[in-house]
């Protein structure tokens, strides 16, 4: 397929456009070139832009997707009137209907992150990236219980990622716990996790898998070794079946997934989106 490039204009982060832009663009077999433009919130910066957009479709000779999230009414009009490119307004395209359908019309705030300085969501997401990254990886035994969930698994299984994602995207405080050898030997879960079993969530892995993303580590030591990945696998699988802990497999699942099967099986009361 000839190359294609898509745009995401915001006057904000651009994250909203983006994410929407990409869940669609991931329905097509294709492969374009992502060019960002956050922080559009002139007229001039909406001329550049303009400008830039038309470039790209004379010399790629297609037009690009342009993926939108402007509120400012004179920002935008200049990238209606100018832009040849296929332009999808996602404000335009729900907002306008929900304002008739509900009667009231919307903000038109700019951004998600707009007057952090005044978002209680937004210091409690800070706050839960701060606990996450304390507790991460077992370095912090205290204050547990006032995680929302505790990830477990065996090294390398995916618990610092997810973590820091349902911390970043929902606000959540994720504490993880690596099992280890000695936890193995000993038959039971770590000492400072058996008061706080409700909240614990396991992720494990496939040996193969496990095996390979270890030798990226440390090639060739017995850590990456597929004998003591199976060993540590199962014996980790044992043990969440033994404590009666919920747990699912990471090795074909993106952070997205994981992130969304633990909170449906932990539906914690607070949510921060």
């Not at 669609?24 to 919130?41: G, K, S, W």
């Not at 296929?86 to 700019?110: A, C, K, Y």
């Not at 006032?146 to 994602?165: A, C, E, F, N, Q």
């Not at 747990?247 to 952070?255: D, G, R």
Request: aromatic letters at 6%; glycine letters at 6%; one cysteine or more.
């Amino acid at each position: 397929m000839p190359q294609r490039t898509v745009f995401f204009i915001s006057d904000g982060t651009g994250i909203t456009a983006e994410t929407f832009g990409n869940a669609i663009l991931a329905q097509f077999e294709m492969r374009p070139r992502h060019v960002r433009l956050p922080f559009i919130d002139s007229v001039d910066k909406a001329h550049q832009a303009v400008r830039q957009i038309n470039h790209t479709a004379e010399v790629e000779g297609r037009r690009p997707i342009v993926f939108t999230t402007l509120v400012n009414e004179d920002v935008l009009g200049v990238i209606q009137q100018g832009c040849k490119g296929l332009l999808l307004d996602m404000f335009g395209t729900f907002v306008n209907p929900l304002e008739q359908e509900l009667g009231i019309t919307s903000n038109h705030r700019i951004g998600r992150f707009s007057d952090v300085s005044k978002s209680q969501e937004y210091h409690d997401r800070i706050e839960a990236i701060n606990f996450s990254l304390a507790h991460d990886d077992g370095q912090l035994n205290r204050d547990l219980e006032l995680s929302d969930v505790i990830l477990i698994g065996v090294s390398r299984s995916g618990k610092t990622p997810t973590s820091l994602y349902l911390a970043m995207q929902y606000g959540l405080k994720a504490a993880n716990y690596p099992l280890i050898p000695e936890d193995f030997d000993r038959k039971q879960l770590p000492p400072a996790l058996v008061p706080h079993v409700k909240k614990i969530f396991g992720l494990t892995i496939q040996p193969d898998r496990l095996s390979e993303i270890r030798n990226e580590r440390r090639p060739n030591s017995r850590y990456a070794s597929l004998d003591n990945c199976r060993h540590e696998v199962n014996e980790a699988e044992a043990m969440m079946r033994r404590s009666g802990i919920r747990w699912l497999s990471t090795t074909t699942k993106s952070i997205e997934e994981i992130a969304t099967t633990i909170l449906q099986e932990i539906r914690p009361e607070r949510l921060t989106y």
